[in-house]
């Protein structure tokens, strides 16, 4: 009897090796799977994004995502305005160029976390966000237009 309960028990390190092998293969097979390549978002400090800005890359945009009331205060040389509460927001980010970097800012990040994966979605290539918005750009005695 005893030997019947050995032989009819299954093997734990045959059960572990085979769950191995299954979990790899789904996430090498799901991967494979995937179409879609992510959009290049990076959040960038003050001093990143001012060297990216002096070094600017072919067509590089600048994009302020403050009220326009905000922006008219003071905002990144040469930066153009598309206001996060605007109630076709999405539809004028489809409307720039995707293929064209950006360098995405608000006033402390909150906005502009929120609209840098709206852009990925949108297919923005490439979206430089700045840490801490136009606010932590001041603070660093970054100069602002008026």
Not at 88 to 105: E, G, H, I, N, R
Request: negative net charge; contains cysteine; aromatic residues 8%.
């Amino acid at each position: 009897m005893k030997r019947d309960m050995i032989i009819n028990r299954p093997s734990h390190s045959w059960t572990w090796a085979a769950s191995a092998v299954l979990l790899v293969s789904a996430v090498l097979f799901g991967a494979c799977g995937t179409t879609a390549v992510a959009p290049d978002i990076t959040l960038v400090s003050v001093s990143e994004a001012s060297q990216i800005v002096a070094d600017a890359p072919t067509g590089l945009v600048v994009l302020d995502v403050r009220t326009p009331e905000e922006y008219n205060q003071g905002h990144l040389a040469g930066a153009i305005n598309v206001d996060f509460y605007a109630e076709d927001f999405s539809a004028q980010l489809d409307q720039l160029d995707k293929a064209v970097p950006y360098v995405l800012y608000c006033k402390s990040g909150n906005r502009s976390g929120q609209t840098a994966p709206i852009m990925a979605d949108l297919g923005f290539a490439e979206v430089y966000e700045i840490e801490g918005g136009v606010d932590a750009w001041a603070a660093a005695g970054q100069p602002l237009e008026r």
